[in-house]
Structures are given as structure tokens and as C-alpha cells.
């Protein structure tokens, strides 16, 4: 049958891979906890093979190969490589790097550029471009194709709005954006006393901060992470925050909050934490 085996590093599963499998992909695990190797990489590729999967920009945990390795040694078999890029849309170079760089297929979440959450676009080789549109809702209407995608529709709405957020992301000027963040950064700072337990910090720490971080002690604390993840759900307005479980914290992002929403949260997080 037509080969349907997909390898991906241990290093860089997330939940969300689990998506390759719709259209009757099968996840094939390389690597151990420690990190994959060459030999691992070699010995996994076989008639099945329909692809390999990297998730961008690969450091998720130590000790995954690096994505131009992992070209290199897709294309010397003939094999496809898939980059999930999600929000690898800053600086805006990435945008088309990955390509540049090799990888046949890139996806990037139109939502990181500012469009509606239920929209993405996919660069790369034309040919699997073109198979890829196959498979969606509009090629099932204009194909003889019986794709699995039919479900998955995007209004033509949904579209302009990628089209023209992707636009303003690739004019705007970015040093305003980010010092727009910062302000908002410091009200909440400035609106939230020192917690027992609770330390404050600028997210991501090795690029421009686009949210601010509570990192909790629970013993300190009294509550967890997690608990106050989801108070913030439960309350009213239900507010859903970046959740960073490896590092016992939480994220609140800028990009994606209303005008004066920063007052909202930071009046939750004094109920919630005080």
C-alpha cells in the first residue's frame, strides 16, 4: 500500500502531532531521553516512510538532531520533510527560512500573525502544496477527490483574514509592537503585589518579551501553577493563559488581549492570589 510512516524525535512530540495521524499517518518514535542520533534517524527510514516530521525550531528538549541534519538525510532517501513551525513567525524571515533551508513542507498558525484562530498557511514544494489543497474542503468540491478534509472548512472570510493580517504583519513595525508590550508588562507588574511564592519575569527570556510570567512555588504559595490556571478558566470572564507545566509557571501574552485587558487579569490574580 501507499507508505504511511511518519518519523519523529522523542525530543520534539508535543500533543498536537497526534494530528498526522487523521489522514492515516502512523507516528514512528526515534531517540530515547537523552537525544537521537544519525544511526537512529538511518535505521527508521524504510519502503513506509511517507515523511519526516521536525518541530520548529527544535529545541523543545535537548538533544534532537538539528533540522538541516535532518534535511540532509531525508532528501539523500528521496524522503519529504514537514516542518511545524506554528508560531515561528518572528523575526518575520521565518516566515520562509525553513524553506529556503530545505524542509518540503512548512505550516506556520495564522493566529501568531494576528488572523482568526482556526486558520494556518502552508509553504513549500508546489507539488505536495498542491496535494495538500487536494485533500481540503475545497478539493473535494472541485476534484474527484473524496478527501478526508471536507469537515475542516475555512470561510472565505477566514481567508481575506490571513491574507490581510499577514500583510499588516509583514509592514508593521515591530520595535512599536514590542514596546506596546512592555508598557502593558509593567502595568500588570505595577498592579500586582509581591505574592508569597511568586516571581515575576518577562516571557520568552531570550527574545523580545511578549508576556509576562508567574513562576509559583506551591508550598509558598498555597496553590499551584496549575490551580491558578484554572481558577483563571472558571472565573468570570473565563481567562485562558499560556500553560508552561515544566517550569511550574504560567504566561500571559499580550498579542492576544484586548485593550485594557491586562487591568482584567491582574484584578483576577490578586483574588485568586491574594
Known amino acids: 500500500g501507499m507508505p504511511n510512516e511518519i518519523i519523529i524525535q522523542r525530543q520534539l512530540r508535543i500533543k498536537y502531532d497526534r494530528t498526522m495521524s487523521v489522514p492515516g499517518g502512523k507516528l514512528i518514535e526515534i531517540g530515547d531521553e537523552d537525544q537521537t542520533t544519525v544511526e537512529q534517524l538511518e535505521e527508521a527510514i524504510g519502503p513506509n516512510t511517507a515523511a519526516i516530521h521536525y518541530l520548529a525550531p527544535g529545541d523543545r528538549n535537548p538533544g ?30 521565518k516566515l520562509s527560512s525553513y524553506v529556503k533551508s530545505g524542509a518540503d513542507l512548512v505550516a506556520y498558525g495564522a493566529k501568531y500573525f494576528g488572523a482568526v484562530n482556526s486558520s494556518g498557511i502552508l509553504t513549500g514544494r508546489k ?39 499577514l ?18 508588562i509593567d502595568t500588570m507588574r505595577n498592579e500586582l503585589p509581591q505574592f508569597e511564592g511568586v516571581t515575576f519575569s518577562d ?17 509558598k504559595a498555597g496553590k499551584s501553577a496549575q490551580d491558578v490556571i484554572d481558577e483563571l478558566k472558571d472565573g468570570n470572564p473565563s481567562i485562558w493563559v499560556r500553560e508552561l507545566p515544566e517550569e511550574k509557571s504560567l504566561a500571559i501574552r499580550m498579542l492576544t488581549l484586548r485593550e485594557d485587558g491586562e487591568h482584567v487579569i491582574a484584578q483576577r490574580l490578586r ?3 491574594g
Open 64 to 93: 534532537a538532531l538539528p533540522l538541516e541534519q535532518v534535511i540532509d538525510i531525508g532528501h539523500s532517501h528521496d524522503i519529504p520533510i514537514i516542518v511545524d513551525a506554528a508560531g515561528e513567525v518572528y523575526p518575520t524571515d
Open 127 to 165: 507539488d505536495l502544496v498542491s496535494v495538500a489543497r487536494s485533500h481540503s474542503f475545497i478539493g473535494f468540491e472541485d476534484s474527484p477527490v473524496r478527501s478526508f478534509g471536507r469537515p475542516m472548512k475555512v470561510d472565505r472570510q477566514e481567508v481575506v483574514a490571513v491574507y490581510g493580517a
Open 167 to 184: 500583510r499588516e504583519w509583514l509592514t508593521m513595525n515591530h520595535e512599536d509592537r514590542f514596546a506596546s508590550y512592555e508598557v502593558r
Open 203 to 219: 516571557y520568552p527570556a531570550n527574545a523580545p518579551a511578549e508576556a509576562l510570567m508567574l513562576t509559583i512555588d506551591p508550598e
Open 271 to 273: 483574588e485568586i492570589l
